[in-house]
């Protein structure tokens, strides 16, 4: 019911119907400069503004489907990276929590390509992350993990995500919780 999320100024009936579609666990209000950061997006929907991305080259025994696990782990963990925004449910801009979420990932091997050929092929998955745009009223994950397999014990992470989600420190402190999860 309205009363038992943080934002209860929602109808009963509009509750009800996100219920049928979003298996959710609470709606609330932007901060401010969350509410700038969608601004900025519902003006020019075509920049790619405010995405910030990660490169970390991994050498060593890595396991990808572990470090999955542990971005699928802080996802569960923390609210924000389970967060729709929603324009059209009340005369402000709300949070819809989800109760599960998901990171788009991708596990690319290019271990079978030559030496030569590796850098444009890491080039290209770069320039093609960099190129897709977060859709941030969507239901899609505003989180991407792709892991790129260089040769038999060297990875390249990429990970990429908008600022609405959270700020340079909050990385610092996800990137621990990841690490020491994994």
């Known amino acids: 019911t309205p009363s038992d999320l943080l934002y209860n100024q929602l109808e009963i009936d509009t509750v009800l119907k996100l ?3 979003y298996d959710f ?15 900025q997006y ?25 470090m999955k696990t542990s971005f699928d782990l802080i996802v569960t963990r ?3 990276l389970r967060t729709l925004f929603k324009t059209d ?3 402000m801009p709300l949070q819809l929590v989800k109760k599960e979420g ?3 990932y991708r596990f690319i091997d290019l271990s079978t390509f030559s030496d030569q050929e590796i850098p444009d092929l890491v080039a290209q998955q770069r320039t ?5 745009r977060f859709d941030l009223t969507g239901d899609n994950p505003l989180m991407q993990l792709w892991i790129l397999k260089l040769g038999r014990e060297k990875f390249e992470l990429l990970w990429h995500y908008h600022h609405i989600l959270m700020d ?3 990385l610092n402190i996800l990137l621990k919780e990841i690490l020491t999860i994994y």
């Open 25 to 39: 666990v609470d709606i609330y209000p932007l901060s401010p400069m969350q509410q700038g950061f969608l601004y």
């Open 128 to 132: 093609t992350l960099k190129s897709l």
């Open 168 to 170: 340079g420190w909050c």
């Open 78 to 80: 923390h609210d924000i």
């Open 19 to 21: 219920n049928e579609k």
């Open 42 to 66: 519902q003006f020019n929907k075509e920049a790619n503004s405010y995405v910030v991305g990660s490169t970390y080259m991994i050498e060593g025994n890595f396991k990808p489907d572990v």
């Open 102 to 104: 998901k990171i788009d």
């Open 89 to 91: 449910l009340a005369d």
